[in-house]
């Protein structure tokens, strides 16, 4: 836990000291299109995800060479195939939203989806093992490198390109170090039946939910991206940025801590589940609702003493973007859970249910409220999914109530205190 919250809290610094330092060299509109594009990768990847790196972590065979190098040579695969899709789609997304820089800056960008390919699969086992050390490090360095990448090129062209090159460099010096400063496993391609079969059984259920994900989650982007301007959308993206923080950390603690040690207490002793899993959630939503509530009451500002004008109106943004997900931290922890005990196909359900219910927010509230209202659209479709996640819960007995009220509570009084200091 404290290699990856020191972690999260120095890329977090990054991110916002490059965020400061670009939106100085570049415009607006620069940051919308490379947001378009980001919700487009993001797509492609989440569109075909096999489940891998879970798979890895639950699996018994999950040290097995065999398994591994399984895992790694389908990951490969989809890696060249992303690849060749996006660069297929690319001309269509340019004339859907427009823009015709669209299409080469997408051909371009996917090929950090073949790059993240060779992503070595022991990124997955140190995790699996709860070995964050060296995995903390190699993220940080490969950030590290996309931004001085960035920030250079964007002195030096002005323009988006500076920031389609840095993800391009950042993304090979990541695979790079991953193969190189991780012990143990060799890679080699091999696909051993058994072990696709396993990979193939498990990865068809999260296939599909993290389509649907995508369509809860960046996808509801790729619809803002539509409604409103490039250079609006560019304001948004640095809201989502600050606004991301406390939310990034909770998902970020809870897929690389909660689910190797749900699962492994599932497999040794089904009993105690419920109770790890309640200490979990506990700390986990009280820490990020501490810090969602620093974001709230300190982001205006931030944003007006560190930003120049043409970014002023993202403080708002991010105080209802927070507020908004807020309700999101309390049932990520049961989204693991399910995932740990084996039940994909009702996480799939969840997040088919999720997805609706945000799309729908997201389109009734701009045609109410404009930007605002669709921000807000997305917090009353959290609260909605909150009710059906906790039917199931009850149903899997592993609901908690008491908690569950507590963090409603403080998300209540976090809204009515923002309330307050807006008016005033």
């Not at 991953?178 to 990865?203: D, I, M, N, R």
Request: glycine fraction near 10%; charge should be positive.
């Amino acid at each position: 836990g404290v290699w990856i919250g020191g972690g999260f809290v120095i890329q977090r610094v990054l991110q916002l000291g490059s965020n400061l330092i670009l939106t100085r060299l570049l415009f607006p509109e620069a940051f919308g299109l490379m947001a378009l594009s980001t919700v487009f990768l993001v797509g492609l990847q989440m569109f075909s995800d096999l489940g891998i790196k879970p798979a890895i972590i639950r699996d018994p065979r999950g040290n097995d060479p065999a398994f591994l190098n399984t895992a790694w040579t389908i990951q490969v695969i989809r890696g060249f195939a992303l690849f060749v899709v996006g660069c297929l789609l690319a001309y269509p997304i340019s004339l859907i939203y427009k823009q015709p820089i669209l299409f080469p800056l997408l051909a371009v960008l996917s090929t950090t989806a073949a790059i993240a390919g060779f992503t070595s699969v022991k990124m997955s086992t140190a995790e699996r093992n709860l070995d964050f050390r060296t995995v903390t490090f190699i993220q940080l360095a490969g950030q590290l490198v996309t931004i001085i990448t960035m920030v250079v090129l964007a002195y030096t062209w002005r323009s988006v390109w500076a920031l389609a090159a840095g993800n391009i460099v950042g993304s090979l010096a990541t695979v790079v170090l991953g193969l190189w400063l991780l012990q143990g496993h060799t890679h080699k391609f091999q696909l051993e039946p058994s072990a696709a079969k396993s990979l193939v059984h498990f990865g068809k259920w999260i296939f599909l939910s993290t389509i649907v994900t995508f369509l809860g989650g960046e996808g509801l982007k790729a619809i803002q991206g539509g409604l409103i301007t490039p250079a609006e959308f560019g304001i948004l993206a640095i809201a989502y940025t600050i606004a991301a923080i406390p939310i990034e950390l909770a998902v970020k603690i809870t897929s690389s801590i909660g689910l190797p040690a749900l699962s492994e207490s599932y497999r040794n002793n089904p009993d105690n589940l419920k109770g790890i899993l309640g200490k979990f959630r506990e700390r986990v939503l009280t820490l990020s609702l501490a810090m969602a509530a620093i974001v709230v009451f300190t982001s205006e500002l931030f944003v007006e003493l560190l930003y120049d004008h043409r970014y002023h109106a993202a403080g708002v943004f991010v105080v209802a973007i927070t507020l908004s997900n807020s309700v999101g931290l309390i049932f990520g922890g049961y989204q693991s859970a399910l995932l740990a005990i084996g039940k994909s196909r009702t996480y799939l359900a969840i997040m088919a249910f999720s997805a609706i219910g945000r799309i729908i927010g997201v389109i009734l509230g701009y045609q109410a409220f404009k930007i605002i209202g669709m921000i807000a659209g997305v917090g009353i479709a959290n609260l909605i999914i909150l009710l059906g996640v906790s039917f199931v819960m009850h149903r899997s007995k592993l609901l908690n109530v008491k908690i569950d009220l507590s963090a409603i509570f403080t998300i209540i009084i976090i809204t009515i205190l923002s309330t307050i200091k807006l008016n005033l």
